[in-house]
């Protein structure tokens, strides 16, 4: 069987894993599927995070 072009992958809070000060102990993740040709590189996007309650970069995580 042949692999799917298309993935799943993990975008995770990059200042809620930087910042240990934070308001809550929890991490800000979002699924989303990425084409594996086109995009080879590990994405990253400006997502709202609920636990900073602004926006802010996620990055794909493995």
């Known amino acids: 069987?042949?692999?799917g072009v298309r993935i799943i992958?993990?975008?995770?809070?990059t200042?809620?894993?930087?910042?240990s000060d934070k308001r809550s102990p929890g991490v800000s993740r979002y699924t989303t599927t990425?084409?594996?040709?086109n995009t080879?590189?590990?994405?990253?996007?400006k997502k709202f995070c609920t636990h900073c309650n602004?926006?802010?970069?996620?990055?794909?995580?493995?």
């Open 1 to 3: 069987m042949a692999k």
């Open 34 to 37: 990425k084409n594996r040709r």
């Open 15 to 19: 200042e809620c894993r930087s910042n």
């Open 40 to 45: 080879t590189s590990r994405l990253e996007l």
């Open 9 to 13: 992958i993990t975008l995770e809070c």
């Open 54 to 62: 602004k926006h802010t970069n996620h990055k794909e995580i493995k």
